[in-house]
């Protein structure tokens, strides 16, 4: 059992920066692909960006491709999402989650490829 503790949201204006965390225990983090997530209020949860669990290949949606960028540290265990030039529809609640893929290199990008997630932290971007 995968436990992901997520940090580092909050309320910031257009064009600035924020860097989440995703800290994982319970589990071999090396072991699971990892993904951030958001969903707006009333929209779907959509996929953001994804990095495999060998830390090989990364994935992003198109509207954030050159502003976001996913790491992880196996050290620590810990998933990061650096957020730059953040736009006001960049708000949401960002979730992170872990998942085990059968491919080193494979980054699921639906829900459905992650077996656990973290609670969420929100993000906010005011004009």
């Known amino acids: 059992q995968v436990q992901l503790i997520v940090s580092g949201g909050g309320l910031v204006q257009a064009g600035s920066s924020l860097r989440l965390s995703c800290a994982a225990s319970g589990g071999t983090f090396r072991s699971y692909a990892m993904g951030w997530f958001r969903q707006a209020a009333g929209k779907e949860r959509e996929f953001v960006a994804g990095i495999s669990r060998n830390g090989g290949s990364t994935t992003y949606m198109d509207s954030v491709k050159g502003r976001f960028t996913v790491s992880r540290d196996n050290a620590t265990n810990t998933l990061y999402l650096q957020m730059n030039s953040l736009k006001p529809e960049d708000s949401a609640v960002y979730f992170c989650?872990?998942?085990?893929?059968?491919?080193?290199?494979?980054?699921?990008?639906?829900?459905?490829?992650?077996?656990?997630w973290g609670q969420g932290t929100q993000v906010t971007v005011s004009s």
């Open positions: 989650a872990a998942g085990n893929p059968v491919f080193p290199h494979t980054v699921p990008t639906r829900p459905g490829g992650y077996n656990y």
